[in-house]
């Protein structure tokens, strides 16, 4: 089993930071895929940034130049910086992994349960 467990998250004006991270543990052989994704009140959760693990990354078009996504893998942990928050950026923000056990297994996928971003004045 893992456990993926997001950290950061809270109340910040519009056009503050913050930094979201997410630590893998468990029953770890290798962390394929990992990411943030978000669902505000009301919608469907949604991609925000992921990356593998070999650096490659993938954003929310609209996010791009505002979140950036970084990994550490020797710490089973990804990050998201955001910056020039807004309003709309208030969710739950999950963070998200695709984790094989075993040289030869096939990779899971698992959520954290998420930590609330709320962006308001």
């Known amino acids: 089993q893992v456990q993926l467990v997001e950290s950061g998250g809270g109340l910040m004006q519009p056009g503050g930071s913050l930094r979201l991270s997410c630590t893998a543990s468990?029953?770890?052989?290798?962390?394929?895929?990992m990411g943030w994704y978000r669902q505000a009140p009301g919608k469907e959760r949604e991609l925000v940034a992921v990356?593998?693990?070999?650096?490659?990354?993938n954003y929310e078009e609209s996010l791009k130049g505002r979140f950036t996504i970084s990994r550490d893998n020797a710490k089973n942990t990804v990050y998201l910086q955001m910056n020039a928050l807004k309003p709309e950026d208030t969710a739950v923000y999950y963070c998200?992994?695709?984790?094989?056990?075993?040289?030869?297994?096939?990779?899971?996928?698992?959520w954290g349960l998420g930590t609330q971003v709320a962006v308001s004045s």
């Open positions: 990356t593998t693990s070999v650096g490659t990354t």
């Open positions: 468990g029953s770890i052989f290798k962390i394929y895929t």
């Open positions: 998200g992994a695709y984790v094989a056990h075993a040289p030869s297994a096939d990779a899971n996928h698992y």
